[in-house]
Each structure stands twice: as C-alpha cells, then as structure tokens.
C-alpha cells in the first residue's frame, strides 16, 4: 500500500506553535506538505506572550527538510485570517488543506457567563474556524478541491472540573463546530470540498492545569501524545480521505468515529405525558452501564426524524 503523502499540497494550520498543531504541522510537513505555521502565540487563558512560537516550528521543520512559513496572526481577526490564507497563496501558490487548531481555554462558569472569556471562546474557537473555512473557500472551490479538519473537543459532551465546575463556552464553542463541519460538508460536496471533525485528547500546556496531580494527568503523560492526534487526523487531511461531515474521537492511538444516535424510541399519535413515564425505558433506549446501546440508529442529518418517526408507525404510509 502507498503511503499517506502531501507533495504539492499547502496546509494552514492555526495554533500550530505548540501542542496538538505543533504536531499536525510536522507530521504534514514530513508528508511533503508546504506549510504555512500560524501561531498567535498567546497563553491558554488568551494573554499575548513574548516569544515566536511559530517561527519555532517553522526551524523545526525546515531543520528536517521541510518546507515552512510562519504566520503570527490571530484566527479572531478577519483581517489576520484573510492574510494568513493569502500568505498559503502567495508563498506556495495554492490553498488545498485548513487544520484549525488554534485554542485557548479559560472559559467561565455557565451560570456566570457570559464575560470576556464567553467572547473570546466565541471568537477564537467558533468563529475562527469559521473564518478561516470562508477565507479559504473561494481557492477551493476554484480548484474544484480543499480538505478541513477543525477541532472540537468531548467537551461539547458534557465537561466537568474536578472541582465541579461546569464551563460554559469552551464547551459551547466546540458544539458549534461540530454543527459548522456538518454544514461545510453539505456544502462542499458538489466541489470537492470535505470537512470533518477531531474531538483530540492529548497531554499539553492545555490540559495539564486542568487536572493536576490526578490520575488522570498521569495517563495522559503516560499514554496520549499530541503527535498520536495528527497521526490520527492524518487521513482527513489527505486526497483519499473517505468521508465528509464527520467527527472522530483521536486519543492515545485509538482512532473511532462520534455520531449522534436515537433510539426508535416511543411513539403515540394519542401522546401523553403518563405514556411518556410509563415508556420511558423506550424513550431512552436500553444500554448496559458501558452505554453499550441496542438498537440504535445514527442520526445522519435532520431527516432522520421523519424517517424514525414512519418507523416507529407514526404516518408510515405518507410519501416523505
Ligand atoms: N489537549 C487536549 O486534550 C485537547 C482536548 C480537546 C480539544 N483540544 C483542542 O485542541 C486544540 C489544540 O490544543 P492544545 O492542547 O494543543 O493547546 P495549546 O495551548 O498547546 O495550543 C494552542 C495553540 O493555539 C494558539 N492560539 C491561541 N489563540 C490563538 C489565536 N487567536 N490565533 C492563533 N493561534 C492561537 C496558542 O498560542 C497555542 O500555541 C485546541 O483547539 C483545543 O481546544 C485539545
């Protein structure tokens, strides 16, 4: 089998001075990508810091006969998103791959928001990504191709601190990107255009204040590099990424798809809330304590109510 290779591709990738991007952009890098290193270079909790982060990839890669360029702009900038795709256009003379990486993390309580760091999140990690799909779009929808591989996190699961604190937008953010990869999809798929998804798990500067002195940390040193996720994120990137509008749990090696399921559920057209309660086992689904689920189906796109409903015996026979 060939390998998984880039040559004559240009990649963005946003947050790339350190962490998880650090990584994408060597491993692309290493494939024969020409790489345009974005860093904004700030602190998790959103503080510009000294420091070129980027250009510190940049050497790392060239060091290994890569192909580079540092881009020092902020992906919560239209003006910087717009220049940092110029620059992929400019220098390599193409656009074919986003990987928006970028993030920060210092999101309030939710019953607290929003302050400065519910926009922030917005900012950074929903409308950036969305900013640097738009900025790119027009290139590759010209080329009749583009590949985007955005990040959302299991946070838009469901996150809780260890000290029980529920975070509003990070988690908030990240939901949104799952919604912004579906639609890019649906979108680009009459021009050769595909999105997915990465809910990444990996030891950094980002996690590590997060959880310290637990367990949990000392997996994650143990078992979950940074460079496991690009590897994983790899295939979407590529010319022979096989889907579109998806998004992939990418941890520790473990690489599997996150779909949103229902069950077939209850259905009554003589609905009450009595037979709501007295159902409810049907409501829910049945599922042992791993959430191991029986008969489930995934939910491909908002239709997938109407055709669990006529399943469940609701109007079968109407022509939908
Ligand atoms: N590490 C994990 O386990 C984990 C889990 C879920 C999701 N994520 C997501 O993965 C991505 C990478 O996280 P990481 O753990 O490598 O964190 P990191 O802090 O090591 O790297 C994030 C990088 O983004 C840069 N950045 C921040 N704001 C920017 C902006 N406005 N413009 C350009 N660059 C900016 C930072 O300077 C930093 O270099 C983030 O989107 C994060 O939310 C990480």
Redesign the pocket.
């Known amino acids: 089998m060939s390998d998984v290779r880039f040559d004559g591709r240009v990649a963005l990738v946003?947050?790339a001075?350190?962490?998880?991007?650090r990584a994408h952009a060597k491993t692309l890098a290493a494939r024969g990508a020409k790489v345009v290193v974005?860093?904004?270079?700030?602190s998790?909790r959103?503080e510009v810091q000294s420091g070129d982060?980027a250009q510190a990839v940049v050497d790392e890669i060239t060091a290994a006969n890569g192909v580079a360029v540092a881009n020092r702009?902020?992906?919560?900038s239209q003006e910087d998103v717009a220049a940092m795709v110029q620059q992929a256009i400019d220098t390599f003379g193409r656009i074919d791959i986003v990987v928006n990486?970028?993030?920060?993390?210092a999101s309030d309580p939710i019953q607290e928001e929003p302050g400065p760091a519910y926009a922030a999140h917005m900012a950074?990690?929903l409308e950036?990504q969305l900013m640097t799909m738009r900025a790119a779009w027009p290139h590759m929808a010209r080329q009749g191709y583009g590949r985007f591989v955005n990040?959302s996190?299991?946070?838009a699961l469901g996150f809780v601190q260890p000290d029980g604190t529920w975070y509003g937008s990070y988690a908030i953010a990240?939901a949104g990107v799952l919604a912004a990869t579906r639609q890019a999809a649906g979108a680009g798929a009459p021009l050769g255009i595909k999105a997915n998804a990465i809910?990444?798990?990996?030891i950094?500067?980002?996690?590590t204040p997060l959880i310290p002195g637990t367990n949990v940390l000392e997996y994650m040193e143990r078992f979950t590099t940074?460079e496991h996720v690009a590897l994983g994120a790899c295939l979407l990137a590529a010319q022979e990424c096989p889907v579109s509008g998806q998004a992939f749990s990418i941890s520790g090696g473990r690489v599997a798809r996150v779909f949103f399921a229902s069950p077939l559920g209850f259905a009554d057209p003589e609905l009450t809330p009595e037979k709501v309660r007295d159902n409810w086992e049907l409501v829910v689904g049945s599922q042992n304590a791993d959430h191991l689920l029986e008969e489930t189906y995934e939910a491909v796109d908002n239709a997938f109510e109407y055709a669990l409903l006529q399943k469940a015996g609701i109007g079968a026979e109407a022509k939908l």
Request: net charge positive; no cysteine; aromatic share 2%.
């Open positions: 946003t947050g001075g350190g962490g998880i991007g974005n860093d904004y270079g700030v998790i959103n982060r702009g902020s992906v919560a990486n970028a993030g920060i993390n950074v990690h950036g990040t996190s299991a946070a990240k809910l990444p798990l990996a950094s500067r980002m996690v940074a």
